[in-house]
């Protein structure tokens, strides 16, 4: 978040945060005319795109090595993200139930294991 | 502290924003209501921050005339718009009129 | 005139608004403009090629005056945040306009190119001329208009870069200044309240403030700052009239 164009270049750095801010409105006054098709091409990709995103923030987020968590092997931590996923998917796809899983995981294995 | 913002940006903004605008398409896109006015303010004010930027932090050549010429050429320039039937064009002409006599008398 | 002009080929609409484009006020204007837009560019070190995209890409003045100033020196994050304030107006210009161009059966992609053609010199102009076109060619004009000014605004872009380079200095500073001039007279044009106008000033002077005490994000307090104020006192004096 403190990257400067010194990091990716003055291209990338064009697009991204030149040309992306500066088009979100226009394509927005786009939808605001025409709805938003679900099932358009254009949509569909930029979704996948957000989704992987956020995919890749949380895996790091995960196996960082920083910050409080840094002391919990990562094994329990991925132990743990697993836990809550399967709890999710078992308990009828219940939020609550697969943070509430994965929090007990992770603190469990962390006692046991943990410093 | 750094993965926590991307957070924010990529997995709450991008929904937040829907939503923002679910709000926007249902009461229509009025010209004059209240929320276009404020965010119109902002990008305005944004311009002329950018605008005395420029003035004030010039880049290459530019720096080279003094300040006081710089400062002068945009006023007067602006003076002369205000004054000659709001033209921009009349205007610029005579801001940089002032701006290169302005150097040639007062720069280094 | 309708019979003839209905059997006339799809996209013919493109020439008569490329004709429109060549004839607009607004041509002479963007060619100043972005001629110091290209000059800025060089001062600030970037290559021609990047110039060039930089233009067909983003094609909105404010916006890339604060790439081209501010990219160099400021995180990423601190220009995005500033350009995404400075280009809000594209979102209602393009949702006026296209319930003018569009009919029953234009597909979403055949607006994406007006869309993208969007600037405020084009839609000016698209907005004053549209209603003498034929529904059925609209598209086609609007996009004539839009290639014609941006065409026009790119060649001056590259030939402002060039001038940078080449010029004596005291000609390279009159072509930099172009910028902050034009800005102005053209923000100022646009003030159609009073807040508009408030906002300009406070920016103008909130702004090297804010800079000055190296917080970051600066353009972007500015703007918050200076604007929400200027809604503020417009805000107060509706209460009390």
């Given at each position: 978040?403190?990257?400067?164009?010194?990091?990716?270049?003055?291209?990338?750095?064009?697009?991204?945060?030149?040309?992306?801010?500066?088009?979100?409105?226009?394509?927005?006054g786009?939808?605001?005319?025409?709805?938003?098709?679900?099932?358009?091409?254009?949509?569909?990709?930029?979704?996948?795109?957000?989704?992987a995103?956020?995919?890749?923030?949380?895996?790091?987020?995960v196996?960082?090595?920083?910050?409080?968590?840094?002391?919990?092997?990562?094994?329990?931590?991925?132990?743990?993200?697993?836990?809550?996923?399967?709890?999710?998917?078992?308990?009828?796809?219940?939020?609550?139930?697969?943070?509430?899983?994965?929090?007990?995981?992770?603190l469990a294995?962390?006692?046991?294991?943990?410093? | 502290?750094?993965?926590?913002?991307?957070?924010?940006?990529?997995?709450?903004?991008?929904?937040?924003?829907?939503?923002?605008?679910?709000?926007?398409?249902?009461?229509?896109?009025?010209?004059?209501?209240?929320?276009?006015?404020?965010?119109?303010?902002?990008?305005?004010?944004?311009?002329a921050?950018?605008?005395?930027?420029?003035?004030?932090?010039?880049?290459?050549?530019?720096?080279?005339?003094?300040?006081?010429?710089?400062?002068?050429?945009?006023?007067?320039?602006?003076?002369?718009?205000?004054?000659?039937?709001?033209?921009?064009?009349?205007?610029?002409?005579?801001?940089?009129?002032?701006?290169?006599?302005?150097?040639?008398?007062?720069?280094? | 005139?309708?019979?003839?002009?209905?059997?006339?080929?799809?996209?013919?609409?493109?020439?008569?608004?490329?004709?429109?484009?060549?004839?607009?006020?607004?041509?002479?204007?963007?060619?100043?403009?972005?001629?110091?837009?290209?000059?800025?560019?060089y001062?600030?070190?970037?290559?021609?090629?990047?110039?060039?995209?930089?233009?067909?890409?983003?094609?909105?003045?404010?916006?890339?005056?604060?790439?081209?100033?501010?990219?160099?020196?400021?995180?990423?994050?601190?220009?995005?945040?500033?350009?995404?304030?400075?280009?809000?107006?594209?979102?209602?210009?393009?949702?006026?306009?296209?319930?003018?161009?569009?009919?029953?059966?234009?597909?979403?992609?055949?607006?994406?190119?007006?869309m993208?053609?969007?600037?405020?010199?084009?839609?000016?102009?698209?907005?004053?001329?549209?209603?003498?076109?034929?529904?059925?060619?609209?598209?086609?004009?609007?996009?004539?208009?839009?290639?014609?000014?941006?065409?026009?605004?790119?060649?001056?872009?590259?030939?402002?870069?060039?001038l940078?380079?080449?010029?004596?200095?005291?000609?390279?500073?009159?072509?930099?200044?172009?910028?902050?001039?034009?800005?102005?007279?053209?923000?100022?044009?646009?003030?159609?309240?009073?807040?508009?106008?408030?906002?300009f000033?406070?920016?103008?002077?909130?702004?090297?403030?804010?800079?000055?005490?190296?917080?970051?994000?600066?353009?972007?307090?500015?703007?918050?700052?200076?604007?929400?104020?200027?809604?503020?006192?417009?805000?107060?004096?509706?209460?009390?009239?």
């Open positions: 978040m403190t990257a400067t164009m010194a990091e990716i270049g003055p291209y990338l750095a064009l697009i991204l945060v030149g040309f992306l801010p500066n088009e979100v409105w226009r394509v927005l786009l939808v605001l005319v025409r709805g938003l098709d679900e099932d358009s091409q254009l949509v569909v990709w930029v979704r996948a795109v957000a989704t995103m956020l995919a890749a923030v949380l895996a790091q987020l196996l960082s090595s920083s910050g409080a968590l840094a002391a919990i092997p990562v094994v329990v931590r991925v132990g743990a993200i697993g836990a809550g996923l399967l709890a999710f998917v078992v308990l009828r796809r219940s939020v609550f139930a697969g943070v509430l899983v994965g929090e007990i995981a992770l294995g962390a006692t046991l294991w943990g410093p | 502290m750094e993965p926590y913002l991307a957070l924010l940006l990529v997995g709450v903004l991008p929904s937040e924003v829907w939503r923002w605008l679910g709000l926007v398409l249902g009461g229509g896109l009025d010209e004059d209501s209240e929320i276009i006015m404020w965010v119109r303010a902002v990008a305005t004010a944004l311009i921050a950018v605008v005395a930027r420029i003035v004030l932090i010039p880049p290459g050549a530019l720096a080279s005339v003094p300040l006081g010429v710089r400062l002068a050429a945009l006023g007067i320039g602006f003076l002369a718009f205000l004054l000659i039937r709001r033209s921009a064009f009349a205007g610029v002409l005579v801001g940089e009129a002032v701006l290169v006599a302005g150097a040639l008398a007062f720069g280094g | 005139m309708s019979e003839t002009s209905s059997q006339r080929a799809p996209g013919s609409g493109f020439f008569d608004g490329l004709r429109a484009a060549l004839k607009s006020i607004f041509f002479y204007v963007l060619l100043g403009h972005y001629s110091g837009i290209g000059a800025l560019s001062e600030f070190g970037f290559d021609p090629v990047w110039m060039v995209l930089c233009t067909l890409l983003i094609w909105a003045a404010p916006a890339q005056v604060i790439v081209i100033s501010t990219l160099g020196t400021v995180t990423l994050i601190e220009v995005a945040v500033a350009v995404t304030l400075s280009s809000v107006r594209l979102l209602p210009m393009v949702a006026a306009l296209l319930p003018m161009l569009q009919r029953e059966g234009t597909r979403q992609r055949e607006l994406v190119l007006p993208h053609l969007t600037a405020i010199s084009v839609w000016a102009e698209g907005m004053r001329l549209l209603p003498g076109v034929p529904k059925h060619e609209r598209i086609g004009y609007y996009n004539g208009l839009g290639v014609g000014l941006l065409s026009a605004a790119t060649l001056a872009s590259a030939v402002g870069f060039y940078a380079a080449r010029l004596p200095p005291l000609f390279a500073a009159g072509l930099l200044f172009l910028t902050p001039m034009s800005l102005l007279m053209s923000s100022v044009r646009n003030t159609r309240t009073l807040v508009d106008g408030l906002a000033g406070l920016g103008v002077v909130v702004g090297p403030v804010i800079a000055a005490q190296k917080i970051g994000l600066d353009l972007m307090w500015t703007g918050l700052i200076a604007g929400t104020a200027a809604y503020a006192v417009h805000r107060i004096r509706e209460a009390t009239t």
